[in-house]
């Protein structure tokens, strides 16, 4: 993720040693804590019963950029080791590429010489890095008030409904809507139990972001968004406020009024989702990440054996996550968080300047 001011960038394979970030451009000063990012690093293991078998310690070592508690304004570098790796199933299935992964595109793009063990450098598990770079964002926007906060809009067909004020005063750490999340709960109960997998909507919210973020064309908050959302695994659309919902709408059901609420500007309703013209309002920013169901399942499906060029059913075997969805909750938030702390730091250095 190359933002103007602050980027990242993802290393490691699944398998390999270890998977990490290097982040660029935060500023000094930011007071972080291990033990506080080991927590979003927990989060990122989801649930339990729908999650892979594999058991990772997910242990954080900075190798840089942080001196006595705060960031030093030098790259970043964080890593995690890989601990609990089990190549076996990976070399059973080395010339039969899983329907619906990266394997097949990868042989090809790296003429064979990918790392294939795991997903390689395609697992879900290069998330991590995110996580870590995400956790540094947002420690730098909680200064300013900032707050990002993702819950389960949708799994399978279960759908959850959650105002603003209801996500941030959740005790729920996955979805507000308690009735809701106990049908997700059954829907991918099911799901599992059949060896197949599920797929959802993440809904994130960035709360107290200033209006004035972003800009047309380049500069466009709601394309960077998308395109740091869109570059996590199995994300497959994304929408900003009504989304796809507006297309059905009048402009006059579509407009959000412009009133005053204690001497501020704001809109009436948020169907904008917080963005107009590329540029934040300064109302919640809503976006919606669409994840595909996990392309690894005990199901036999079909594919063409490589090596032979004979098309074989595939029977998988392995620990994988039958619903990636609730880990991908801090990944959401991380990737979001991240695009509005680059544009807060766009913002700041104008500030001031035009007189
Ligand atoms: C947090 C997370 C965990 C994932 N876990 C798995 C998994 O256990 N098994 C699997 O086949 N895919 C898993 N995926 C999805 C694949 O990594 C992804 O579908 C694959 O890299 C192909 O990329 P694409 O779906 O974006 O095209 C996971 C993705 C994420 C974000
Ligand atoms: C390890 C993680 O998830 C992995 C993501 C993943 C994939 O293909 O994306 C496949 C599985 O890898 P393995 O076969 O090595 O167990 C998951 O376990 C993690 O999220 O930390």
């Excluded at 107290?208 to 740091?228: C, R, T």
């Excluded at 399942?297 to 098309?311: K, N, S």
């Excluded at 075997?317 to 990944?331: E, M, N, T, W, Y």
Aim: hydrophobic share 40%.
């Amino acid at each position: 993720m190359r933002g103007k001011l602050l980027g990242f960038s993802i290393f490691g394979e699944s398998h390999g040693k270890a998977v990490g970030v290097l982040i660029e451009g935060l500023p000094p000063g930011i007071e972080v804590s291990v033990e506080e990012l080991k927590r979003e690093l927990e989060r990122r293991k989801g649930i339990e019963r729908f999650s892979t078998k594999r058991r990772e310690t997910d242990e954080p070592k900075i190798l840089s950029g942080v001196f006595r508690g705060r960031t030093t304004g030098t790259p970043v570098v964080v890593i995690v080791e890989n601990r609990d790796v089990d190549s076996s199933y990976y070399e059973e299935i080395r010339n039969t590429p899983r329907p619906g992964h990266a394997d097949y595109p990868a042989g090809i793009k790296y003429f064979g010489y990918n790392d294939y063990r795991g997903g390689g450098h395609f697992s879900g598990r290069l998330t991590v890095g995110v996580v870590i770079a995400g956790y540094f964002a947002k420690k730098l926007l909680e200064r300013e008030g900032i707050k990002v906060r993702a819950y389960l809009k949708r799994i399978g067909r279960v759908e959850a409904h959650v105002s603003p004020e209801e996500l941030l005063s959740s005790k729920n750490p996955y979805c507000p809507d308690e009735r809701a999340f106990d049908a997700m709960v059954e829907e991918m109960e099911r799901a599992r139990k059949a060896g197949d997998s599920v797929g959802g909507i993440v809904e994130a919210v960035a709360f107290n972001v200033p209006p004035g973020l972003g800009g047309p064309w380049e500069e466009d908050i709601e394309a960077d968004i998308a395109s740091a959302l869109f570059r996590i695994p199995a994300v497959k659309g994304v929408e900003f406020g009504l989304g796809f919902g507006l297309a059905e709408l009048r402009g006059s059901q579509a407009n959000d009024s412009f009133v005053l609420k204690d001497g501020k500007v704001v809109t009436e309703t948020n169907n904008h989702g917080g963005v107009l013209g590329g540029i934040t309002t300064g109302m919640p920013l809503v976006v919606r990440a669409a994840f595909k169901p996990t392309p690894s399942i005990y199901l036999p499906q079909r594919t063409v054996d490589l090596g032979r060029m004979e098309e074989v059913t595939l029977r998988l075997r392995g620990r994988f996550d039958s619903c990636i969805v609730p880990k991908a909750l801090p990944v959401v938030e991380s990737a979001v968080a991240f695009v509005i702390a680059d544009h807060l730091l766009r913002r700041r250095a104008w500030e001031g300047m035009a007189r």
